[in-house]
Nanobody
Framework: QVQLVESGGGLVQPGGSLRLSCAAS?????MGWYRQAPGKQRELVAT???????NYADSVRGRFAVSRDNAQNTVYLQMNGLKPEDTAVYFC?????????WGQGTQVTVSS
């Protein structure tokens, strides 16, 4: 079993920034973030493999940046230029061997 501990999130005004962090209890091949807005399906935000290759949703590319610290099994999501449509519960994701693990989620609300 792998535990994912998320931190960050909260309420921010449009145009603002937030940083999410997620620490895994084991080494993961791919780590990243998904999000789910009310009434919508969970969707990819950004992921990063151990070789630092990344995958971003078109809606966040250029505004969000995913990074990771392999020594600490931690992944980060720097979110800049936040928009109201970024409001969602953000879930940390980690793939360990062939199993996908999810964090409990952290709320991000973008509102004036």
């Amino acid at each position: 079993q792998v535990q994912l501990v998320e931190s960050g999130g909260g309420l921010v005004q449009p145009g603002g920034s937030l940083r999410l962090s997620c620490a895994a209890s084991r080494t993961a091949s791919t780590m990243g973030w998904y999000r789910q807005a009310p009434g919508k399906q969970r969707e990819l935000v950004a992921t990063m493999a151990r070789d630092s290759s990344t995958n971003y949703a078109d809606s966040v590319r250029g505004r969000f940046a995913v990074s990771r610290d392999n020594a600490q099994n931690t992944v980060y999501l720097q979110m800049n230029g936040l928009k109201p449509e970024d409001t969602a519960v953000y879930f940390c994701y980690a793939r360990v061997t062939i199993i996908n693990y999810w964090g409990q989620g952290t709320q991000v609300t973008v509102s004036s």
